[in-house]
T-cell receptor, first 114, second 115 residues
């Protein structure tokens, strides 16, 4: 049983560019959450998708957007990249249980913005 | 406001010694609490979780944690540390809003193990 997978593993972009990160959830999971982990910090919640809709959002600007597909996989898009967007982006999947679900994380995508 | 504090940024222990990593949380209701471990360049692996019931929770790799409501703490323990336990450890609280769960993490504790 494959766990949560993310692609690509690493990515280098320049300021002002746009980037798309991808996530496939664990089998049987229908909810995908995205987190940003800056160097030396704990992960910060970006947003969560369920039934192809964003249902929760953290304190991130509109430059951060996402999408969930009918097969529950998800994309994170970041526009107009800033140097401060350099981080490890983690995807977590869970099975919606009204708040008591456990989130399982993928290996992350390391984004470097030059 | 909901928050998690891990007071120790860096801890070094000798192999075979006992370990306790501290975690304090601030949350208005009964918390759902988690400990995750992150090896260098890796994602987060769930060690254990507390939802309700017995306040002493057993996890993988010989770890356990105790929920103490009076102290707003959820400390992680291991009786004998192995060199492979060297990693970063994150405590998190599941913040439920409208029936949906997001995780709020502490800043992490980096564990080094001396041979």
């Amino acid at each position: 049983d494959a766990g949560v997978t993310q692609s690509p593993t690493h990515l280098i972009k320049t300021r002002g560019q746009q980037v798309t990160l991808r996530c496939s959830p664990k089998s049987g999971h229908d909810t995908v959450s995205w987190y940003q982990q800056a160097l030396g910090q704990g992960p910060q919640f970006i947003f969560q998708y369920y039934e192809e809709e964003e249902r929760q959002r953290g304190n991130f600007p509109d430059r951060f957007s996402g999408h969930q597909f009918p097969n529950y996989s998800s994309e994170l898009n970041v526009n107009a990249l800033l140097l401060g967007d350099s981080a490890l982006y983690l995807c977590a999947s869970s099975s919606d249980r009204g708040g008591t679900d456990t989130q399982y994380f993928g290996p992350g995508t390391r984004l470097t913005v030059l | 406001a909901q928050s998690v504090t891990q007071p120790d940024i860096h801890i070094t222990v000798s192999e075979g010694a006992s370990l306790e990593l501290r975690c304090n949380y601030s949350y208005g209701a009964t918390p759902y609490l988690f400990w995750y471990v992150q090896s260098p360049g890796q994602g987060l692996q769930l060690l254990l979780k507390y939802f309700s019931g017995d306040t002493l929770v057993q996890g993988i790799k010989g770890f356990e944690a105790e929920f103490k409501r009076s102290q707003s703490s959820f400390n992680l323990r291991k009786p004998s540390v192995h060199w492979s336990d060297a990693a970063e450890y994150f405590c998190a609280v599941g913040a439920i809003s409208g029936g949906y769960n997001k995780l709020i993490f502490g800043a992490g504790t980096r564990l080094a193990v001396h041979p």
